[in-house]
């Protein structure tokens, strides 16, 4: 039913050894257009903050291979915004993670928490402050 058995089984890495490699492994990558071609290159990597991206552009956030996030800022070109989608599929094969990796897309404004909890600093303008909330009571 589920086919022959492997000649040799690979030892398990606990969890939290792939957690904590994942974690110092996250990588900011620039993907713009403005030289008239669509380029990749990475800026940043662990600790990364939110100042790090231009709402004109886009950009990728490599998990360490656990997931890949695709950022989409508003105010970003056609071509950037259809084009790294693409980017971000050729950066998983050529980094030889699995295929099943998770690729989210994240659009500016809409920024997930798993998202946001990448970044050291992420202040969300729609975030409701306790000092909002306590000049909102009735």
Not at 9 to 27: F, G, M, N, Q, T
Not at 42 to 69: A, T
Not at 109 to 125: H, I, M, N, Y
């Amino acid at each position: 039913l589920l086919g022959a058995k492997p000649e040799k089984l690979h030892k398990a890495r606990p969890d939290d050894a792939v957690d904590r490699k994942a974690a110092s492994d996250i990588k900011l990558y620039h993907v713009s257009s403005a030289s008239g071609q669509l380029v990749v290159t990475e800026i940043g990597e662990r600790p990364l903050v939110q100042k790090m991206l231009d709402h004109n552009d886009c950009y990728c956030v490599d998990l360490g291979g656990q997931q890949i996030f695709v950022w989409k800022g508003r105010g970003a070109t056609a071509e950037e915004k259809s084009g790294v989608l693409a980017k971000a599929t050729k950066y998983i094969e050529a980094r030889g993670y699995a295929k099943t990796t998770p690729l989210e897309i994240v659009n500016d404004g809409s920024e997930s928490a798993l998202f946001r909890s990448v970044f050291q600093t992420w202040k969300d303008p729609y975030a409701v402050s306790r000092k909002k909330f306590e000049i909102l009571k009735f």
